[in-house]
């Protein structure tokens, strides 16, 4: 009797443990407003994460009472969305620009050289001065700046400044020494300009500026992850979670490879192959390649240059000037490679600014396209459109991956450029949405800013910082503000394959998300860009916490 009384209590004892006995997990995040943007834009209470992974969501009290978590955040009613994807970007750019002369909203030439001699004057050591940002469209007098006056002020000492759009620089005659650059000739896909006389005069686009770029001394791989790191500290700031590498060498996807490997970068990054015959042949050999923060399943081609510098490719003249632009290759060497990567497992993705660049593109993506919904190929810029070719976004299933910020950068300009005609299929976002269903949002950092937000406003607003124009610049195309969150998101996301397991918060997906100050979807515009990041997530890992 004793024997079953004491059964009878362990089999109690055991069943009320195992109903009280919570289940052990790493992290809740409760207390919050929480976006999941899932499919019917539902909000929650809370996000319960174990090995990196969201688990369930739901009501505060409820994960609770469920989980035992290792860490627990009360937000205190603060707002979360899923970390922000930046659908082009330039990762190694940025880092790079962050120890070169800032010659970003500089207002004359001679604000760029006072610049540059306050640069010099603080590293002594440095035996090339690259800078960049400078932008002759903010300047009293808009032509191009020349070699004149950097041989003034540094004659032995080579000197490398792009323009604001990277499509463009001018150099000292010392660097044109460096590179044996005494002459001009023809550069397919670029322009070295020349001067009276008919000799270079600083002035090198597009494809030219490799000309004197390769003989820039390269950072070593311990140099390298330091500026890497430095510069993910700036985007996990803003919560960043994922980018978009829009264009890399082997060389560059080795170190990330090598740096992943070794745990050295948090941020997840999606990189494309700048696509070379060596490029294409070497990665079509190795395959695609997939680590937890690393991906490397497609390539990058550069149709055209940029509008700003007057190399972006257009089907008539510039309105202020006699060109029409050029394209970086033939279209019969697009066609070559596009054909060839239609027969891969590779994503192509093409920089195309130009109606003419654009409709090329279209037409050749058009032509060896079999299931552009599957594909997913995308058009990046996609800027200027002729009034037919928006159709073929839906005919091909061709992803439009645009940039907002670029439309309140050069809406003081673009209409000079190319006329009040053209002007109304440029920037345009809702028309481009309306035709794909999607469009995969980014900065193009650090040719615009990294602040995801900045594009969020330029988005849903289309003014600049100061609120100008008012009505906002072609406020037709302007898109709502849950479009502009899932195209930062989880339509950023489906333009690289990723959106099964991030860009949404949602039970068995990466646990990526963002605590902001504020809630962006309905904060005044005019307060969207101020809104401070508290908390940056990645896989349940806290990557950055505001102080």
């Not at 002594?124 to 003034?152: A, C, H, M, R, Y």
């Not at 035709?435 to 600049?464: I, Q």
């Not at 990466?510 to 940056?536: C, G, Q, S, W, Y």
Request: with cysteine; glycine share 6%; hydrophobic share 40%.
């Amino acid at each position: 009797m004793k024997i079953t009384t004491n059964l009878i209590f362990l089999f109690f004892l055991s069943f009320f443990l195992s109903c009280t006995t919570n289940k052990q997990i790493d992290l809740i995040v409760y207390n919050a407003k929480v976006y999941t943007v899932d499919s019917v834009f539902s909000t929650v209470e809370a996000i319960a994460v174990n090995n990196g992974v969201i688990v369930e969501i739901g009501d505060s009290q409820d994960l609770l009472n469920k989980y035992d978590a290792k860490e627990k955040v009360d937000v205190n009613g603060k707002f979360i969305y899923p970390g922000f994807y930046d659908a082009h970007a330039h990762f190694f750019m940025l880092a790079e620009a962050m120890d070169e002369v800032d010659l970003v909203g500089s207002l004359s030439y001679n604000e760029v050289l006072e610049r540059l001699k306050t640069y010099v004057a603080h590293n002594p050591d440095k035996k090339w001065i690259v800078g960049n940002g400078w932008d002759q469209n903010l300047w009293e007098d808009k032509n191009f700046p020349t070699k004149d006056s950097l041989d003034k002020y540094f004659p032995d000492l080579p000197i490398y400044l792009t323009r604001i759009d990277y499509h463009a620089a001018v150099v000292n005659s010392k660097a044109l020494e460096k590179a044996h650059l005494d002459s001009a000739y023809f550069v397919e896909g670029g322009v070295i300009s020349v001067n009276a006389e008919g000799l270079p005069d600083g002035i090198l686009i597009d494809n030219a500026m490799q000309l004197v770029r390769n003989h820039i001394p390269k950072n070593q791989s311990s140099a390298l992850l330091k500026i890497l790191r430095r510069a993910q500290d700036s985007l996990l700031s803003v919560g960043l979670t994922s980018i978009v590498d829009a264009g890399l060498t082997p060389d560059q996807i080795e170190s990330l490879k090598i740096f992943y490997n070794e745990d050295s970068l948090a941020i997840r990054d999606y990189a494309m192959v700048s696509a070379t015959d060596e490029s294409i042949r070497d990665y079509l050999r190795a395959g695609t390649f997939e680590s937890d923060r690393l991906t490397v399943r497609s390539f990058k081609l550069m149709a055209d240059g940029a509008l700003g510098s007057r190399g972006a490719c257009l089907l008539h003249p510039y309105n202020d000037a006699p060109t029409n632009g050029f394209l970086l290759q033939d279209p019969e060497e697009f066609d070559r490679i596009i054909k060839r990567l239609a027969n891969s497992n590779f994503q192509v993705n093409t920089h195309a600014i130009g109606d003419s660049a654009n409709r090329i593109i279209l037409d050749t993506y058009g032509k060896y396209l079999k299931d552009g919904k599957k594909r997913r190929w995308r058009i990046e810029h996609a800027q200027i459109i002729a009034p037919s070719d928006f159709d073929k976004f839906k005919q091909f299933q061709i992803i439009p991956s645009v940039q907002p910020t670029h439309a309140t950068s050069d809406m003081y300009w673009a209409e000079d450029r190319i006329g009040s005609d053209r002007i109304k299929g440029a920037y345009a976002y809702k028309k481009l949405l309306d035709e794909y269903g999607l469009l995969a949002l980014g900065s193009d950092f650090p040719v615009e800013h990294y602040n995801p937000l900045y594009g969020f406003h330029a988005a849903v607003a289309r003014v600049d910082k100061n609120g100008f124009p008012d009505g906002g610049f072609q406020i037709e195309n302007a898109i709502t503000r849950e479009q502009a969150l899932r195209g930062m998101t989880i339509w950023a996301a489906y333009s690289c394959f990723q959106d099964k397991k991030r860009g949404s918060i949602e039970k068995g997906k990466d646990a990526d998300f963002v605590i902001l100050e504020e809630d962006i979807m309905k904060a005044p515009n005019e307060k969207l860009r101020d809104i401070k990041t508290l908390r940056t997530v990645i896989a349940g890992k806290t990557e950055f916490l505001r102080k």
